[in-house]
């Protein structure tokens, strides 16, 4: 169902909720237009969050579309 067909990857990056809130996290998958995204505890996040591979000098807006309980 997916437009793409997903590559695995496992690879460190950080979750940038505002200028001062990271949170890491792993990636398991990408394509061009999502990831699969695994952090260690589970906590709210809100819908619109960042997503950077680099430590912060580049950031990816993102945005939630489905989540489990992991």
Do not use: H, M, Y
Not at 29 to 57: H, K, Y
């Amino acid at each position: 169902r997916r437009k793409s067909t997903r590559s695995r990857v496992l690879r460190g990056a950080k979750i940038a909720l505002d200028t001062s809130s990271v949170i890491d996290c792993v990636v398991r998958n990408v394509t061009n237009s999502g990831a699969r995204v695994q952090i260690a505890n589970t906590v709210e996040l809100p819908e619109d969050l960042g997503l950077t591979f680099d430590g912060g000098f580049s950031v990816r807006p993102c945005r939630i579309v489905w989540r489990t309980g992991r």
